[in-house]
């Protein structure tokens, strides 16, 4: 369901691997990024009219309710599938996305899901 060679992938795995204890497994058909959580998923589906619309290239992240209803509202963000219903939103991924937003959505993702000691370790890391 993925393309391992797909570039946008690849920048996100970068991403997504930097995060203390992180580690991709294949979910669903899909690679998914995890400590003992999954924190994000690449490539999203989301139901319309009943027929399911892929969006081979997208990142799933859960992010705060405020982050959340403000990314909603532009076009290229969405309401993924199944997950969709706990609070995750899926961000088409294109040749222009801006990966310093990307990564910020990875970083409250993953501090939504990773637990206190990884969110300190993470902590320390920084300048």
Do not use: N
């Not at 060679?5 to 979910?27: C, H, I, N, Q, Y």
């Not at 400590?35 to 990142?59: I, L, M, N, P, R």
């Not at 993470?122 to 300048?127: E, H, T, Y």
Request: net charge negative.
């Amino acid at each position: 369901m993925f393309d391992e060679a797909d570039p946008l992938l690849g920048r996100l795995r970068t991403l997504a691997l930097a995060f203390p204890d992180a580690a991709e497994k294949v979910s669903h058909g899909r690679p998914a990024f995890y400590t003992t959580k999954v924190f994000a998923y690449y490539g999203a589906s989301v139901k319309v009219d009943g027929v399911y619309q892929q969006h081979e290239q997208s990142v799933i992240v859960l992010v705060d309710p405020e982050e959340r209803a403000a990314l909603l509202a532009e076009d290229r963000c969405f309401t993924p599938a199944y997950l969709g219903a706990y609070g995750w939103v899926a961000v088409d991924l294109t040749d222009d996305i801006g990966w310093d937003e990307v990564g910020e959505l990875l970083d409250a993702s993953y501090r939504r899901t990773a637990g206190a000691r990884r969110i300190a370790l993470l902590d320390s890391r920084r300048p």
